[in-house]
């Protein structure tokens, strides 16, 4: 490892991976798996990929012949034969067989798959290309990094509209031709959505958390052991819990949510993509936001919104000794229950913490 760092302009990356790209047949990257994604870690893998490919210190993706991993797992043969367990080098393995790469044969004319070496040098710096994007929302659904811990910036931009079906993605420009043609080879296809991200667990499945609904989480949505989300709950990419907590309602992009809180059914907390404000906001721990309820401003711990409520930055509330502010100058503050005053209509303002807790049994989510 020595020798491989100190060539010259060598930098460890801030992270990497091994991912297998599938591409249209002209060559738009529609997504990019990463088995095992890398945060600041294993850098003798980082420094040997990177000498395979001809990396120094730059960010960016390679593409890995299958000699090139061959090289790269000889090279690394010193460490992984003393018959420990070494994951990042063990998804090397099956990439050396050709047919691991194999697509169905009657899907081979409209896409092709390659095993890439991807690097990202600064999670600050905004994502280069599809397989950098694909990589970081990777490492926020594996939980390395929380929300907010990269840059995601332009990543509408970079990532294509994709179908994706129930034989994995398609290009969405093509999709009626390559449809009709399969239909005539008798392989009907199920769309399940169009859209820029795929649902994270075709991609995804961290341990500890159930999710009723795949459909409903979106790749990059992080998701913390004791996390269960119901039928009609929402995670959106770069957003999702920190901690057990029951998700029935949405979860916006950006949006984090503390530990031991419950976002109740049809609950809405608004996120920054489209007409919300410019905060991102934050619920604290021991939250509850009661049934269609809704929450345009972040909550401290122990916070509780009626079912039905929404509380938007703006709406004027009033406080226990009758002054009146605006909601979003009480954004963050622990211990508030808000209410809408059922004979006024005035949205008010107890200062009394949620004693509602969750029922453990229901957010153990052991295997
Ligand atoms: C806001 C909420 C927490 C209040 O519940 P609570 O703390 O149990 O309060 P109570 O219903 O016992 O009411 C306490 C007092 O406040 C009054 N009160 C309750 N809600 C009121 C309202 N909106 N306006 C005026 N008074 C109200 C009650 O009449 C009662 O008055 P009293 O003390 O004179 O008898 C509850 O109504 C709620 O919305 N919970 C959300 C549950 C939920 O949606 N979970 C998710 C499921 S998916």
């Not at 976002?263 to 991102?280: P, R, Y």
Request: charged share 20%; aromatic share 6%.
């Amino acid at each position: 490892m020595e020798e491989l760092e100190s060539q010259p302009g060598y930098e460890r990356p801030a992270a990497f991976g091994v991912g297998i790209e599938t591409a249209s047949r002209e060559g738009r990257v529609l997504a990019t798996y990463f088995p095992r994604p890398n945060l600041a870690e294993h850098p003798l893998v980082a420094a040997v990929l990177s000498s395979v490919v001809g990396r120094a210190g730059e960010a960016g993706s390679y593409e890995l012949t299958t000699e090139q991993i061959e090289e790269a797992l000889s090279l690394l043969m010193p460490t992984t034969g003393d018959g420990g367990n070494h994951p990042s080098v063990a998804v090397l393995q099956p990439l050396m067989k050709a047919e691991a790469l194999g697509d169905d044969p009657a899907l081979q004319p409209y896409r092709s798959r390659r095993v890439v070496a991807t690097f990202i040098r600064d999670l600050d710096q905004p994502p280069l290309d599809a397989h950098d994007v694909y990589l970081r929302l990777h490492l926020i659904s594996w939980r390395k990094i929380q929300p907010h811990g990269c840059s995601l910036e332009n990543i509408f931009g970079i990532l294509p509209n994709v179908v994706w079906s129930n034989r994995g993605p398609f290009d969405s420009e093509e999709f009626e031709r390559i449809r009709a043609e399969l239909i005539g080879q008798g392989i009907e296809l199920e769309v399940r959505s169009v859209d820029k991200f795929p649902r994270m667990t075709d991609y995804v499945v961290p341990s500890g958390v159930r999710i009723a609904n795949a459909d409903n989480v979106r790749l990059g949505a992080h998701l913390a052991t004791g996390t269960t989300v119901m039928n009609a709950g929402f995670v959106n990419f770069n957003a999702g819990t920190l901690g057990p907590s029951m998700v029935e309602g949405r979860i916006s992009a950006g949006v984090v949510v503390e530990p031991e809180s419950d976002v109740g059914g049809g609950a809405s907390i608004m996120g920054t993509l489209s007409g919300g404000g410019g905060e991102v906001i934050r619920i604290g721990s021991h939250c509850l936001l009661g049934a269609n309820s809704g929450c345009g401003i972040s909550l401290g711990n122990g916070c509780t919104i009626e079912a039905g409520l929404y509380v938007t930055a703006g709406a004027r509330v009033t406080m226990p000794d009758g002054n009146v502010v605006k909601a979003r100058e009480l954004s963050g503050r622990s211990g508030l229950l808000f209410w809408r005053n059922s004979q006024t209509g005035a949205i008010e303002v107890k200062e009394r913490g949620n004693t509602v807790a969750l029922n453990a049994a229901l957010h153990q989510n052991k295997n």
